[in-house]
Structure formats: structure tokens, C-alpha cells
């Protein structure tokens, strides 16, 4: 897989992740009593993070040969790229 192919389907990863954003703050919100969560915007960030992570790895991982530390650090870096797009999104 070229590392364009790999961008891509890191980007769409994280469009998915992405738009979940707003039934998650919405879950908890319903849900405050029982989730007990202080933040929601944080705590959503780390789930959309791990999802694009975690997601993100299993591509990588899905490939034939294991990842590399190279490789991880790639997708590290591409899903790094959209702190900025994900926060924004959580945040306002």
C-alpha cells in the first residue's frame, strides 16, 4: 500500500470518527447521571483519538508483513495532522 493509499484511508478513518462526534456529546449528556463524566469534550476527544489510532493501526496491521516502528510512526503523524480539525469540532 503507498503511503497515499495509507493517507487516505486514515483520513476517512477519521471522518468517520469524526462524525460521531455529536452523538456521543449527546449520549452523555442523557446519560451524566450513570456516565459521570466531568469533561464530555475531553472525553470525547479521547475516544475519537482512539478511534482514529486504533483504527489507524489496524489498517496498517491488516497489511501483510507486521508494521514497522516506521510505519507506526506514519500513521502516528497522519492522524496527528488532524488534532487541530477534531478539537475544533469537539470544542465549538
Do not use: H
Amino acid at each position: 500500500m503507498s503511503e497515499d493509499q495509507l493517507e487516505m484511508l486514515i483520513t476517512q478513518t477519521i471522518n468517520g470518527a469524526i462524525a460521531t462526534i455529536p452523538a456521543y456529546l449527546e449520549e452523555i449528556k442523557e446519560n451524566k447521571e450513570t456516565l459521570k463524566v466531568e469533561n464530555p469534550q475531553e472525553f470525547v476527544y479521547g475516544i475519537v483519538m482512539g478511534m482514529a489510532l486504533g483504527m489507524s493501526g489496524a489498517i496498517l496491521s491488516a497489511q501483510k508483513e507486521m508494521p514497522t516502528t516506521e510505519d507506526q510512526v506514519k500513521v502516528r503523524d497522519i492522524v496527528y495532522k488532524y488534532i487541530p480539525e477534531i478539537r475544533e469540532r469537539i470544542f465549538n
